[in-house]
């Protein structure tokens, strides 16, 4: 089993920026890529940026250029660097790793960005 916990949620104004953290623990070996999901009120899931343990990296259209995602992995950790938010990136952001074929998810934690 393998336990993610987000950190760094909260509310901004239009413009501003926030720095998601998501650490792994448990079974953490073989964790392949990382990464975050979004999803806001009525809308599906949706990918926001994936990381692989080579560093090879995945953004959503709507996201390039503005969000930036790393990796430590000595840390087990993933983090969400956000700039130049909009209001429809608030959303509720998801960690998430495969580890061996299976999907794990962090509870989440509340972005909102104010125009």
């Known amino acids: 089993q393998v336990q993610l916990v987000e950190s760094g949620g909260g509310l901004v104004q239009a413009g501003g920026s926030l720095r998601l953290s998501c650490a792994a623990s448990?079974?953490?070996?073989?964790?392949?890529?990382m990464g975050w999901y979004r999803q806001a009120p009525g809308k599906h899931r949706e990918l926001v940026a994936l990381i692989t343990n080579g560093g090879s990296t995945n953004y959503a259209d709507s996201v390039k250029g503005r969000f930036t995602i790393s990796r430590d992995n000595a840390e087990n950790t993933v983090y969400l660097q956000m700039n130049s938010l909009k209001p429809e990136d608030t959303a509720n952001y998801y960690c998430?790793?495969?580890?061996?074929?299976?999907?794990?998810w962090g509870q989440g934690t509340q972005v909102t960005v104010s125009s």
């Open positions: 998430y790793c495969n580890r061996w074929g299976y999907d794990y």
């Open positions: 448990g079974s953490i070996f073989s964790i392949n890529p």
